[in-house]
């Protein structure tokens, strides 16, 4: 028998672990649907083509302001570099980063009634996931994780549209009958863009508010945003059912757009997860890899304990 040499038994080896928490993720969430065990009122149950077009009070054609997040004001230099990026793209759009503090804030000074089921949630990652639906719905604007590069500006796909997401290559949900399923693959929670006071967060974050008692950890992230596209969808809200400025309620854009490598195809040999480039000639070659992109997502995952360092020059 043949030795493995080290790089490969390490990426075998991460590879089975990688398969290993897609299988238990996918069983945990298919067997957990999220009306389970506290019965909140389905999506969208207040919404419905009777009920007409909906209009947010704002007249402008775009929201200028970028937000992200991290626990505090001091983001690692990578980090950096890359919320800049969007700057580059989008002189004219503000950059708002929000602390963990901040997020509380955020709740407890407009959203009071949420603010007890905010304190339930588990802090990190849950509740960055749900304070980004109030951003999106209080704000409006664009979302990114710090782990997205702006490639160049896209303010052409977003004047028209009223909710913008990008899906990612991949099916994780694959049966058509999940309540999370989304024909064109993965849609994660760390990009999205919206008018203020659209009725998709409204309708989110209300039926959050009903859940009571721990919520499973996924739920809250791109899987409570793929089941209120699933349900918009089911119901004929969306993509056009109801209209929402007089734009078409949900826009769901190509993985190529905003979510060119997928970490669960691995579908560049040259970008590595968990943000493991060894040098900037490697990120690089990652980002040329995908020419027609707007924004690159590197899924450093630093919530799962990824690296968000480049080690080398
Ligand atoms: C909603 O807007 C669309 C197009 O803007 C229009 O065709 C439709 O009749 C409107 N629906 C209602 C109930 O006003
Ligand atoms: C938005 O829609 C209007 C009316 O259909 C059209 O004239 C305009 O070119 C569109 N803008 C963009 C950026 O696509
Ligand atoms: C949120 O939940 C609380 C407690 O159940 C309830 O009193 C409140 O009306 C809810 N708010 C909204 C907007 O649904």
Redesign the pocket.
């Known amino acids: 028998m043949y030795k493995l040499c080290r790089p490969r038994r390490a990426f075998l080896l991460s590879s089975c672990i990688w398969a290993f928490i897609i299988f238990i993720v996918v069983r945990f969430v298919s067997f957990l649907p999220l009306r389970q065990p506290d019965s909140p009122p389905p999506l969208f149950h207040r919404l419905s083509p009777p009920a007409g077009n909906f209009s947010t009070g704002f007249s402008g054609?775009l929201v200028r302001i970028v937000h992200q997040s991290w626990a505090s004001r001091k983001l690692p230099e990578q980090f950096a570099e890359w919320s800049r990026s969007f700057s580059a793209c989008f002189p004219d759009f503000r950059r708002r980063l929000w602390t963990d503090k901040d997020n509380r804030q955020l709740i407890a000074r407009h959203y009071p009634w949420f603010l007890r089921r905010y304190d339930s949630l588990a802090p990190g990652v849950q509740r960055a996931d749900v304070s980004r639906l109030f951003y999106m719905y209080h704000y409006g604007g664009l979302y990114c994780d710090l782990d997205c590069e702006c490639l160049r500006d896209f303010?052409?796909?977003l004047?028209?549209a009223s909710l913008v997401f990008g899906a990612m290559q991949g099916l994780m949900i694959r049966s058509p009958r999940d309540p999370a399923y989304v024909a064109e693959g993965q849609i994660e929670n760390s990009f999205m863009y919206s008018r203020p006071r659209h009725p998709f967060f409204w309708d989110l974050i209300v039926y959050l508010n009903a859940t009571t008692g721990e919520m499973p950890i996924m739920s809250s992230g791109p899987y409570l945003i793929m089941s209120g596209i699933h349900a918009a969808r089911q119901l004929g809200i969306a993509p056009s059912g109801i209209r929402v400025d007089g734009r078409d309620f949900l826009t769901v854009y190509p993985p190529a757009y905003f979510n060119p490598y997928s970490w669960m195809l691995l579908n560049s040999r040259h970008c590595r997860l968990y943000g493991r480039f060894e040098n900037r000639a490697q990120l690089r070659q990652c980002r040329d890899s995908f020419q027609d992109s707007y924004v690159m997502q590197y899924h450093t995952q630093v919530w799962a304990k990824g690296s968000y360092l480049i080690s080398g020059p």
Request: charged share 15%.
């Open positions: 054609p303010r052409h796909l004047a028209n």
